[in-house]
Every structure is written in C-alpha cells, then in structure tokens.
C-alpha cells in the first residue's frame, strides 16, 4: 500500500485504487490520462490504455491494487518506461506520453506502445512480487523475459531477441524463445513472476 | 514508504545464492543447469537455453536426467553469466545436497546443477534428486526443515530427505466405526479436517511449507504400465478398488467400508 501525503498538492494515480484517506481530497477523472485531445487520441490509437484520476488535497492518501508490490521511483530529469498497467501512482508534474516499442509488444502481448512518465518527482509502480533493479551498462547488456518485463528508465536501447529454431516447432524449444535484450545506461525492473505471454511456451 | 531498493549489476549480483527471497541467482561460468520452462526472468551475459530433447545434451541427459518422458518440461542453460529465476512471486531456496537423496513435490523443484541426477519417484507426482551438488525449489511461505518422527499434513508437504518411510496415517478415533463415518464425510458431529496425515518415521529431514496452498504440479511423465509399479497400472485396478473384481450396480463399494459394514 502507497501512502502520499499531500498539502494542497496533485497527483495522477489508476482510476479506482484509492483505499482510505484522511482530510480533505478530491478525485477527479482524467479523461485520456490528462494527457490532452491528443493523447486521448493516441491511447485510443495505440491501445495503451491508461485510466488515471487526479487526486487534489490535504491530508494522506492510501492507494492499493490487488496486494501488488509497490516500488518508488525517483526521476530527475529522465524519463521512465513502464506499462500502463503496472502504474500505480505519479506526481502530476510528470508528464505522461505513449511511446512506440518496436517488436517487442508483439510477443509480450501488453501491445506495441508503452507509456513513458518524464520529468521530475516519484512514481509508483507495480509488481508481482518485489521488483528487482537491474543495472545496464555498455559492458554488461542484459536479457529479460517478456513476460517478467515491467518497466525500464534511463538511455536504454531495446532489441527484440529471438531463439527460435526449426526445434521450436519441433515441440523441443529452450522455452526462453523470446527475449528482450537491453543496451545502453539504464535500470530496468523485473518482477519475480512472469506474464502469460504469447511466447512463453515455445 | 519502501524504501528505495538497491540496483543491481553482474558485480553485485550474488553467486549461486538470493537475490530477495523470491528471486534466485545462478552464475555460469561455461557449466550448465537445468530449469523449468519459462522460470529464467532475466540474464547478464551470454546463455543459451536448449530443450533437452537436443542431440548435444544427449551425455549430460544419461547422467543426470533419468525421465525422458518429461523432458519437454525442462530445459538445461549453458553459457557464462548470471541468471535470475523466480516463479509466479513464490519464496524460492536454494539447497545443498552432499552425497544424498532428496524426494520434492513436482512443482516445486524450480532448478539443479547436472552433478545431480533427477529421477521420477515410486511415489506419483515426486521427483527425487540424487548426488552433491544444488538445487533451487519454490515454495508458497518459507521452508521449515524437521526432524522425524513427524507426521505431517499432506497439503504442506514439500519433499524429504533421507528417509526412507513416508506412509499415510489415519486417526482410527475419527475414521472408524459409523459416527466416525458420519463425521468425516458430513462434517456433523465436528470434523478438524486433519484426520489423515502424511507419517515420516527413522533419519532425515522433512521439508514443509508454511501454508496449505498447494503450488501447481508439473508433469513427472508417465510410469510404465506395468503390473507392481504404482501409478503406472494402466486399466487394472482402478484407486480404491480392491483386487480386480468390477464394482457390481447398487454396491456401496468404499462407503461399506468406511461404515465399518
């Protein structure tokens, strides 16, 4: 459970995971996430669809979703990718954005886009089971599961890799078919569970 | 607020050992494990995943996997760098195996080193492990370890080691006679649910987990259909049936039984 203490401050946050709170607050939809005609346009376009509330008051505020766990990011500057699904909660000066992932929304079925979250302050993000940071470094590209996949931050290329050989369809493939591999600087999350992907068995 | 959590790198990733207790990582270093399908989440370096039905494996299959009609469900990784696995946000471990035997529940055995040799246990849905060297098992809560003898619910049941009797247990107070019968089919009269036990008894080790939820099981792969192998009886005698005399229409069957008539 998040806890956000607020002092006549906003913040953007999945329509309907608020739990408790003290004080004064106001829950207001945001049509299209607040992100404008355009975005709406956009979400509506790429089927990244985000329903976000803007949450405006004093007091504290408690948000939770389905037991999940919460982890925090801090952003300066930079900007985070994470899927519309595992975002819980994000200071309203964040700006939020659709962003176009390349083949590998294909295999994770989450999609082709993403959404981003630029800017400076926290967010709050989901997973199933606590997340694990994994740092990217020139020298030290990483591989994730798809399925296991839930956000990532910092200068990151992302190639879609694949092990598919004539023995997948032989019925005797690694069962790691699929892979996300990233290069660059950055931290990607990964959470201790994996997604039902439509790769996840070959 | 959580706390904000550490950010890992091959550096500091551990060797063969938790990351937190629901994310396990293994280092290779040109040498080989098996997994499950589908329980790699993430990896540093180069790694390659083959199912073992793959000709190259064939040697390493002959020492250490001795169930060839389950071997879709495995695969082995070679290569070096450092894997992380998890499994559905289970607790996972890692154990240590010196010159020993240990018997697991289908689905919680998540990964081991080929030193051990994996086979299918007499006993249906186990697969028991054999040799030095470590595996990684998931369980729903942590692991607690006793000693026998213990007699042990059957839904919390993970594996032993070392021990050569795992039997059923019966409490006769409550299974035996007709108001025994009543309540432990109606409940009337006041069930507790724990009249039937796993029994352990002699050396070794019992391993538990802390609830009661099962994990889901995972193929062992058939047994041969042959007469005396347990689950393998392939159209004789069905479970509960005695001998092979067919049920006849109107016969209590098992309910004659357990009214004690």
Redesign the interface.
């Known amino acids: 459970m998040l806890a956000v203490d607020m002092t006549g401050d906003a913040v953007k946050a999945k329509n309907g995971s608020m739990v408790a709170y003290d004080g004064q607050m106001a829950f207001k939809k945001m049509s299209g996430g607040g992100e404008g005609i355009r975005g709406m346009v956009t979400r509506r376009l790429t089927g990244e669809q985000m329903i976000m509330m803007e949450v405006k008051g004093q007091g504290t505020c408690y948000f939770a979703d389905r037991a999940s766990e919460i982890n925090l990011v801090n952003l300066h500057g930079d900007k985070l990718y994470v899927e519309a699904s595992n975002l819980l909660c994000a200071d309203a000066g964040l700006r939020t954005g659709t962003s176009f992932t390349g083949l590998r929304g294909g295999a994770t079925g989450n999609g082709l886009f993403t959404t981003t979250l630029e800017g400076s302050g926290q967010a709050a993000i989901m997973s199933d089971g606590p997340a694990v940071l994994l740092r990217v470094t020139p020298q030290y590209p990483l591989a994730v599961d798809p399925g296991a996949y839930i956000a990532h931050q910092g200068n990151l290329q992302q190639n879609f890799q694949s092990g598919v050989t004539f023995r997948t369809f032989m019925g005797e493939g690694g069962g790691e078919a699929f892979q996300i591999r990233f290069e660059g600087d950055g931290v990607v999350y990964v959470q201790p569970s994996e997604r039902n992907t439509i790769g996840g068995d070959a | 607020?959580?706390a904000?959590?550490?950010?890992?790198?091959?550096t500091t990733l551990p060797s063969d050992d938790n990351?937190?207790p629901?994310?396990f990582c293994v280092e290779l270093k040109g040498g080989q494990w098996f997994l499950?399908?589908?329980?790699?989440?993430?990896?540093?370096g180069r790694?390659?995943?083959?199912?073992?039905?793959?000709g190259r494996m064939d040697r390493l299959l002959r020492t250490s996997f001795h169930s060839p009609l389950h071997a879709?469900d495995w695969?082995v990784a070679e290569g070096s760098g450092k894997m992380?696995l998890?499994?559905?946000?289970f607790d996972?471990n890692s154990f240590d195996l010196d010159e020993g035997n240990l018997t697991i529940r289908s689905g919680n055995l998540l990964a081991y080193q080929p030193s051990l040799a994996l086979k299918q246990s007499i006993v249906p849905g186990f697969l028991t492990l054999i040799g030095t060297g470590k595996f990684v098992a998931a369980s729903n809560g942590p692991v607690v370890f006793m000693e026998p003898p213990i007699r042990v619910d059957p839904q919390a049941l993970v594996g032993w080691a070392d021990c050569p009797s795992p039997c059923h247990h019966y409490d006769h107070g409550y299974m035996t006679g007709v108001m025994g019968g009543l309540r432990a089919l109606t409940g009337i009269g006041g069930a507790s649910g724990e009249e039937h036990q796993f029994e352990f008894v002699g050396a070794g080790t019992v391993l538990l987990q802390s609830t009661e939820a099962l994990l889901p099981e995972t193929a062992t792969g058939a047994t041969p259909h042959q007469a005396g192998v347990p689950g393998g009886s392939g159209g004789a005698a069905a479970p509960g049936q005695h001998g092979s005399t067919p049920r006849l229409p109107g016969q209590l069957g098992d309910l004659t039984r357990r009214f004690g008539l």
Do not use: C, E
């Open positions: 607020m959580p904000q959590s550490p950010v890992w790198d091959p990351v937190n629901y994310t499950q399908k589908g329980k790699m989440i993430a990896y540093y790694i390659d995943f083959n199912g073992i039905g793959h879709g695969v992380l998890a499994d559905r946000a996972v």
